[in-house]
């Protein structure tokens, strides 16, 4: 079974793996829009706190050892 942590955990790293690809120009332009045009419609750190607390499946403690593998940190 799936934490509230765990789920917030994933969902901001989903996030800030989103703004790593949009980022990375070694990639190929096809895969930084789609990177990009998801982000666009993915929820914030600031709205996923706002779920979390009406929401007892997500939490509103954010870890910031959960984004130490990545280079633009969450989604914003």
Avoid: I
């Avoid at 690809?21 to 666009?40: G, I, K, V």
Wanted: charged share 20%; hydrophobic share 40%.
């Amino acid at each position: 079974m799936t934490t509230p942590t765990e789920r917030t955990r994933n969902l901001v790293q989903a996030g800030a793996f989103l703004r790593e690809l949009w980022a990375d120009e070694s990639l190929p332009a096809q895969l930084r829009n789609e990177a990009n045009r998801l982000l666009r419609h993915y929820p914030t750190v600031t709205e996923l706190r706002m779920l979390a607390m009406n929401c007892s499946m997500l939490t509103t403690k954010l870890d910031q050892d959960w984004l130490s593998g990545y280079r633009f940190g969450a989604h914003a």
